[in-house]
């Protein structure tokens, strides 16, 4: 079974400041990585994804996240923040093997960002 | 203009009744998936389809059934036998590599 894990439901940040949302992770084997954003009663868009390679995946918007395979973490970060970044952000994983496309999301985080 | 297209955006449904909801996707891809979205639980997948003519149970398959006629059209009934439909639902299809979904904008189904 793959599972992931988002501790926080908020996280709030000044605008022009550094975020972080934080992401945990449990598969079996290699990960796939992902996360995706959700503006308000809209569908989830892609950001980012890690495969394999490096560490540090660059995505849309200036989002990066780093996977750090001994913590089994994949946190999402991005180094000045926006009020538009603020959205609804979920982690999500899916093994190598098998249907790599489904996914198992997390909980979800929502990151508010004010001036 | 491609694109997903779910119908209806708002639905109000009784108790008893079954409801389909439409997804319609015109980019050519053959991998489409129901996912449906509750308050503080995230997103679970009910049924994916990779090809025409066959699908596959998710992680919460029961009150639901699909059929994949079409290539372009993946339909979701939510029957009588969901114990709780009121929900987010959302579909996607499979573009780009592994796990890159493109998500339709959502149906919100609410039980009276």
């Known amino acids: 079974a793959q599972s992931v894990a988002q501790p926080e439901d908020q996280v709030n940040v000044a605008e022009g400041n550094p975020l972080t949302v934080k992401c945990t992770y449990s598969v079996s084997g290699n990960p796939y990585l992902f996360w995706y954003v959700q503006y308000p009663n809209r569908g989830l868009q892609f950001l980012l994804k890690y495969i394999t390679g490096d560490n540090l995946v660059k995505g849309s918007y200036g989002f990066e996240a780093e996977f750090n395979k001994s913590q089994t973490s994949f946190h999402l970060k991005k180094p000045s923040a926006l009020v538009s970044d603020s959205a609804l952000y979920f982690c999500?994983?899916?093994?190598?093997?098998?249907?790599?496309?489904?996914?198992?999301f997390g909980t979800g985080t929502r990151l508010q960002v004010t001036l | 203009d491609g694109g997903i297209t779910q119908s209806p955006k708002y639905l109000f449904r009784k108790e008893g009744q079954n409801v389909t909801l439409s997804c319609e996707q015109n980019?050519?891809?053959?991998?489409m998936y129901w996912y449906r979205q509750d308050p503080g639980q995230g997103l679970r997948l009910i049924y994916y389809?990779?090809?025409?003519?066959?699908?596959q149970k998710g992680d919460i398959a029961e009150g639901y059934s699909v059929s994949r006629e079409k290539k372009e059209s993946f339909p979701l009934t939510v029957t009588s036998a969901q114990k709780n439909p009121t929900a987010f639902y959302l579909c996607?299809?499979?573009?780009?590599?592994?796990?890159?979904?493109?998500f339709g904008e959502g149906s919100r189904l609410t039980v009276l």
């Open positions: 980019l050519n891809h053959d991998a």
């Open positions: 996607a299809i499979k573009a780009g590599g592994p796990g890159e979904l493109f």
């Open positions: 999500a994983v899916s093994r190598l093997s098998g249907t790599a496309s489904k996914l198992t």
């Open positions: 389809s990779q090809i025409v003519n066959d699908f």
